[in-house]
């Protein structure tokens, strides 16, 4: 059974800082495609960034600079750092895992692509 369990979410005030964590089981993690999308009420879920196996990185233009991702394949844990959050951050973050192909293909975006999600986790951020 695959599970993917979030964890790090809060409330915080704009410019402040947050760590998203996801541990992965009953895959074999090193070999897939990870990433965090978010998905505001009424809103699409929008690709943030992601991660591939060879720690090859790739992220959406709004985050580039603030936002960092990271995983430990020892610990099946991939981690999303958020600095200088803004308010437009506020969403429903969800780390999802994909086959190593879709990110190195260019579809990390598409969540369509994704196997398997965590069941999310709120970001609040205040202005």
């Known amino acids: 059974q695959v599970q993917l369990v979030e964890s790090g979410g809060g409330s915080v005030q704009a410019g402040g800082s947050l760590r998203l964590s996801c541990v992965v089981s009953?895959?074999?993690?090193?070999?897939?495609?990870m990433a965090w999308f978010r998905q505001a009420p009424g809103e699409e879920r929008e690709g943030v960034i992601a991660?591939?196996?060879?720690?090859?990185?790739y992220s959406t233009d709004s985050v580039k600079g603030r936002f960092t991702i990271s995983r430990d394949n020892a610990k099946n844990t991939v981690v999303l750092s958020m600095n200088n959050l803004k308010p437009e951050d506020t969403s429903v973050y969800h780390c999802?895992?994909?086959?190593?192909?879709?990110?190195?293909?260019?579809?990390?975006?598409?969540?369509?692509?994704?196997?398997?999600w965590g069941q999310g986790t709120q970001v609040t951020v205040s202005a």
């Open positions: 991660i591939n196996g060879d720690d090859t990185t």
């Open positions: 009953g895959v074999r993690f090193e070999h897939y495609c």
């Open positions: 999802g895992a994909a086959s190593a192909i879709v990110c190195y293909a260019g579809s990390w975006r598409e969540s369509v692509r994704y196997n398997y």
